[in-house]
């Protein structure tokens, strides 16, 4: 298992993904220059959060052209493990190895503070050791509203590919617990195959002891489980 | 032959645009209170050498689809002149 933390020009969320992978979770960890397009081995691919490109015509429309993406596309293609969070998210949706796309917040805000998930689909490579409880992990967005057509939302429904929703300090999915406007309360999603992963809040924000919130280690700890299971 | 391109890009219509909402909301402050129903997009403008208008047509409705346009979320429209 080697993880591969894809840089962009203006991404600003790899050195906490490299420094919980590999100083929390012991993990071979490298950084991919998003302009190389060798995948160096990494069976792991993790696109991080920030501003590619500025966020210019669309977030995450740009990055989905750099030269590494015309490798990460075939390694998700072939099975491989993707993750995107935050603007990685949105990189993965312009891409199309999610469905959908993040539109700007319904209140035109820039959301930077902590909200709660659930796990919706506990079985997936990402979320099989997140204990079924409301999961305290921050968002920090301008674009975060998921959408997508009636067809596609039944498709995810069905496939169990909505892996979490947001949701109040209970548990409870509700209206208020959206922080954003997002369809179905949709904080991430899977793609069919359930090696590709997206969401907008940062777990790697939240995997730190020093941080007094350890919630989003949950998903590295699934991640690590998930790869020892199909070596 | 060389050509210019001006393209809109608008959200889709049954999408809430809070840009387009959040200044309809501001007309009222400046007495304009009868503008209702304002959405914002984008205007590009490009320049293409190709051999015909179908061509470039082709070649700008290709550009639209792969990255100037996410058709999940907005449509667009051009037109298209000689230089």
Request: net charge negative; glycine share 8%.
């Given at each position: 298992?080697?993880?591969?933390?894809?840089?962009?020009?203006?991404?600003?969320?790899?050195?906490?993904?490299?420094?919980?992978?590999?100083?929390?979770?012991?993990?071979?960890?490298?950084?991919?220059?998003?302009?190389?397009?060798?995948?160096?081995?990494?069976?792991?691919?993790?696109?991080?959060?920030?501003?590619?490109?500025?966020?210019?015509?669309?977030?995450?429309?740009?990055?989905?052209?750099?030269?590494?993406?015309?490798?990460?596309?075939?390694?998700?293609?072939?099975?491989?493990?993707?993750?995107g969070v935050c603007?990685g998210f949105q990189?993965l949706c312009?891409?199309?190895?999610?469905?959908?796309?993040?539109?700007?917040?319904?209140?035109?805000?820039?959301?930077?503070?902590?909200?709660?998930?659930?796990?919706?689909?506990?079985?997936?490579?990402?979320?099989?050791?997140?204990?079924?409880?409301?999961?305290?992990?921050?968002?920090?967005?301008?674009?975060?509203?998921?959408?997508?057509?009636?067809?596609?939302?039944?498709?995810?429904?069905?496939?169990?590919?909505?892996?979490?929703?947001?949701?109040?300090?209970?548990?409870?999915?509700?209206?208020?617990?959206?922080?954003?406007?997002?369809?179905?309360?949709?904080?991430?999603?899977?793609?069919?195959?359930?090696?590709?992963?997206g969401m907008m809040?940062?777990?790697?924000?939240?995997?730190?002891?020093?941080?007094?919130?350890?919630?989003?280690?949950?998903?590295?700890?699934?991640?690590?489980?998930?790869?020892?299971?199909?070596? | 032959?060389?050509?210019?391109?001006?393209?809109?890009?608008?959200?889709?219509?049954?999408?809430?645009?809070?840009?387009?909402?959040?200044?309809?909301?501001?007309?009222?402050?400046?007495?304009?209170?009868?503008?209702?129903?304002?959405?914002?997009?984008?205007?590009?403008?490009?320049?293409?050498?190709?051999?015909?208008?179908?061509?470039?047509?082709?070649?700008?409705?290709?550009?639209?689809?792969?990255?100037?346009?996410?058709?999940?979320?907005?449509?667009?429209?051009?037109?298209?002149?000689?230089?």
């Amino acid at each position: 298992m080697k993880f591969g933390v894809v840089v962009f020009p203006g991404s600003n969320c790899d050195e906490d993904m490299v420094y919980v992978l590999r100083d929390i979770m012991k993990q071979e960890t490298i950084k991919l220059w998003h302009k190389n397009t060798d995948l160096e081995g990494c069976t792991h691919i993790i696109l991080p959060g920030g501003f590619s490109y500025g966020d210019y015509l669309r977030s995450g429309a740009i990055a989905r052209f750099s030269p590494i993406m015309n490798s990460v596309i075939p390694h998700a293609e072939n099975g491989g493990f993707v993750f995107g969070v935050c603007n990685g998210f949105q990189i993965l949706c312009e891409s199309g190895l999610l469905p959908g796309a993040l539109l700007h917040n319904a209140s035109r805000k820039f959301i930077c503070k902590n909200v709660y998930v659930k796990v919706d689909n506990m079985n997936t490579a990402l979320t099989n050791s997140v204990p079924q409880k409301a999961l305290k992990i921050p968002i920090a967005h301008g674009e975060g509203r998921y959408f997508a057509d009636s067809e596609t939302m039944a498709a995810l429904k069905k496939n169990n590919q909505i892996i979490f929703k947001y949701c109040n300090e209970q548990g409870d999915v509700t209206a208020e617990a959206n922080p954003n406007g997002t369809a179905d309360n949709i904080a991430g999603i899977c793609n069919a195959g359930k090696n590709v992963f997206g969401m907008m809040p940062h777990p790697e924000r939240a995997a730190d002891e020093l941080l007094s919130n350890t919630d989003g280690k949950f998903l590295f700890e699934s991640i690590l489980k998930s790869a020892l299971v199909h070596a | 032959m060389k050509y210019f391109a001006d393209i809109n890009v608008m959200p889709m219509k049954a999408l809430l645009d809070p840009q387009g909402k959040a200044v309809t909301g501001s007309m009222r402050n400046l007495g304009l209170a009868e503008i209702e129903n304002i959405r914002i997009g984008k205007h590009i403008t490009l320049e293409i050498e190709a051999p015909n208008k179908e061509i470039a047509t082709a070649k700008i409705d290709d550009a639209c689809k792969k990255l100037l346009c996410n058709q999940i979320m907005e449509f667009y429209e051009f037109e298209l002149r000689e230089a």
